[in-house]
């Protein structure tokens, strides 16, 4: 990842750039709409990378199932900063959120398997990671 780009938890100021960046892949359905008052709410669950103007490039979030369970969510890379490790980068900020709350059992459901298989992680029973 370039210096000049890091990796934060969102902000309630993020919301409706988390929201637009979103809902640019759900409009093309791959992923599920978002809007920025549901975001909101759970604001403390994502995670974004931000260059140094301040522009959101990527976002990802953590949904809890349980105590022990969670869903790497809602990851998202703008569309010009493809492949320069953004979204390794808050994949990794979403397992590291969860192993701060507890929760060591994380899995992905996703239409973008290739992803996912190329950091490493493998597919149980064919629905997910």
Do not use: W
């Amino acid at each position: 990842m370039a210096p000049d780009l890091f990796v934060r938890r969102a902000r309630p100021g993020d919301a409706v750039a988390i929201s637009r960046l979103n809902n640019t892949f759900a409009n093309e359905g791959q992923m599920l709409k978002r809007t920025p008052e549901m975001i909101a709410l759970a604001i403390d669950d994502y995670v974004v990378v931000q260059n140094s103007a301040g522009t959101l490039l990527a976002c990802g979030a953590l949904k809890e199932y349980s105590p022990s369970v969670a869903e790497v969510a809602a990851i998202a890379v703008s569309k010009e900063a493809h492949g320069k490790g953004l979204g390794r980068a808050i994949v990794g900020a979403v397992e590291a959120l969860a192993r701060k709350r507890g929760i060591f059992d994380v899995f992905a459901l996703t239409l973008q398997p290739e992803f996912f298989a190329a950091m490493g992680m493998r597919m149980r029973q064919g629905r997910g990671f």
